[in-house]
């Protein structure tokens, strides 16, 4: 065989061998280091994508799918009707430490096997022989549908940010359903252009916005601070309200949390880019948890800031703008055009993260088509061979979310309703691979040394401990709340804003979760068992000659 050429045995028996294929695995062989590979090859993979970024680049990408500050503003209005000021407060505090947990115990499964598909591999390599081939599959299932429902949520965010800009800027205007769509659509064609770019661009892209990041929080929290007439520390820290009606302000602050929740969900953005990242047993880790801490930093005194400046609470239960935050922006500037840059920034970043969210969601669905997980897999599976980009995946998502924006013709709401599977299926997703990760750390299951072993961390091998992972007690303390944490938030995810329930405030996340789950089940014993056995096993024939980084 010559040199460089890397052969998939699952591929070769399916006639998929092809020399388009061939030049895509050897460009990204030549972007691998030794590390990388041996990481790779020791899960049962070769190297596939190209591996373009590195720390500053991927921290940007993981603060930009994120975006902690941008997104508080945007779903303030959930924190106020059931919280209140320092409900949204308390409620971002407790989102922030029970997030940090559930990612810092996640790192440490990235730490164990970088692969693209993260949850459904993880639960494969813990997960009972029994059952680890329908667990597995379901689980990544939920994390396919939470990652797509999140990209056109993203999307459908960012049409409704700029109408809403607009009708504040031009009262007259009225946004219609037609337009949403379109805008969309837009916003996907735009994102598409920035993801379709091979090479180097995206990861400079992702480290530009990192910088717009952080420039565009102080340039809207010095206003806020220097602007506003602040409401005294009572008013913002022993200040909460039931605007839900539920039997309890504890209740209704639980059910407020919803709003931090959706803030925090799809952080696992970057592990899904494992394949595409240098180093990535520990820069992933690093990354993931600095962004975290760093993200929910600005993200508390963002809210605190905001929350001194408010001139009248009442105003924000029922905002004359779309969006509580531009009716403080407004009543701290008292100026329509300064208020719309302010929201400009909020815009921008809203966009960028939509961008980031599509690069994950597309790499999420590539890696369950390589492992034969989802109908038309043979396609989807290909490559670039230049770029070696994941093209079809790339379109495929594109085509989901413009196909789900048809839904606002009929009803926002009901599009609302269609993309609740985002916290409720990737929360479940999480929860699901760190009770394994839990189970497997208190019964010994994971050791430390390879001890000569070909395969790791996949399903029927051994587990061993990636560079990164919590020691001792303070690991399984770290593990156990965080599967508490998400039980409760995952609980909470199905409930409605107010009472009494109707048609139109009901929230139907159940209903879509449990259609996940049902379609799942049903596919896998009606063809997916067929096809699908668990992350596949490749055979490397040859490593050739190679360019180190």
């Not at 989102?95 to 494969?124: C, D, K, N, R």
């Not at 938030?489 to 804003?497: D, N, S």
């Amino acid at each position: 065989m010559a040199d460089n050429e890397i052969e998939l045995t699952h591929r070769d028996k399916l006639g998929n061998h092809t020399p388009a294929g061939e030049r895509a695995r050897v460009e990204a062989f030549n972007t691998s280091t030794e590390v990388d590979r041996s990481a790779l090859n020791q899960l049962g993979k070769n190297p596939v994508l190209k591996r373009n970024f590195g720390f500053l680049s991927i921290l940007g990408f993981s603060s930009t799918a994120l975006i902690c500050w941008e997104s508080m503003l945007i779903v303030l209005d959930q924190g106020l009707k059931n919280g209140g000021p320092s409900g949204v407060i308390y409620g971002f505090i407790l989102v922030w430490i029970g997030s940090l947990a559930t990612f810092a115990s996640l790192t440490e499964l990235a730490s164990m096997a970088p692969v693209a598909g993260g949850q459904y591999h993880w639960v494969s390599m813990m997960a009972p022989a029994s059952s680890q081939q329908i667990l597995s599959y379901i689980e990544g299932w939920l994390t396919v549908a939470g990652w797509q429902a999140l990209c056109a949520g993203a999307a459908f965010l960012s049409a409704e940010l700029l109408q809403a800009l607009v009708s504040f800027t031009n009262p007259q205007y009225t946004p219609k359903p037609y337009q949403t769509m379109l805008l969309i659509w837009a916003v996907v064609a735009l994102s598409v252009s920035i993801n379709a770019q091979g090479g180097t661009f995206l990861p400079r892209f992702e480290g530009l916005i990192l910088i717009f990041h952080i420039l565009g929080y102080f340039g809207l929290l010095i206003p806020l601070i220097v602007l506003s007439n602040h409401q005294p520390a009572s008013a913002v820290f022993n200040n909460f309200s039931n605007g839900g009606n539920w039997s309890t302000k504890g209740l209704s602050f639980m059910i407020g949390l919803n709003g931090a929740v959706f803030v925090f969900a799809g952080a696992d953005g970057s592990l899904h880019m494992s394949e595409e990242i240098r180093n990535a047993t520990v820069i992933v880790p690093r990354a993931l948890v600095f962004s975290y801490f760093y993200n929910g930093l600005m993200g508390l005194a963002m809210l605190i800031a905001l929350l001194y400046s408010y001139s009248d609470l009442n105003i924000l239960k029922n905002p004359p703008q779309q969006y509580a935050f531009i009716e403080i922006f407004y009543q701290v500037t008292h100026s329509v055009s300064g208020t719309a840059v302010m929201v400009s920034f909020t815009l921008i970043m809203q966009f960028c993260a939509t961008v980031s969210v599509q690069t994950s969601a597309s790499r999420m669905l590539w890696s369950f088509s390589r492992d034969m997980g989802v109908p038309g897999w043979r396609q989807l599976q290909k490559v670039h061979p230049r770029s070696t980009l994941p093209i079809y995946c790339i379109a495929m998502t594109s085509i989901c979310t413009c196909l789900l924006s048809l839904i606002t013709l009929g009803s926002s709401v009901a599009l609302d309703d269609v993309l609740s599977i985002t916290a409720a299926g990737l929360y479940a997703s999480y929860l699901v691979a760190l009770s394994f990760l839990l189970y497997r750390r208190c019964t010994g299951g994971i050791g430390h040394h390879a001890d000569g072993e070909v395969l790791t961390n996949t399903g029927g091998a051994k587990l061993v401990w990636g560079p990164w992972h919590l020691p001792g007690m303070f690991g399984k303390a770290v593990n156990a709340f965080a599967c508490a944490y998400l039980i409760v938030v995952w609980l909470f995810a199905f409930w409605p804003t107010e009472v009494p329930v109707t048609g139109e405030n009901m929230n139907y996340s159940i209903l879509i979760f449990g259609a996940v789950i049902s379609f799942s089940v049903a596919y896998y014993f009606a063809k997916g068992n067929k096809e699908y056995k668990g992350p596949v096993i490749e055979e490397i024939k040859q490593i050739g000659h190679s360019r180190e980084d």
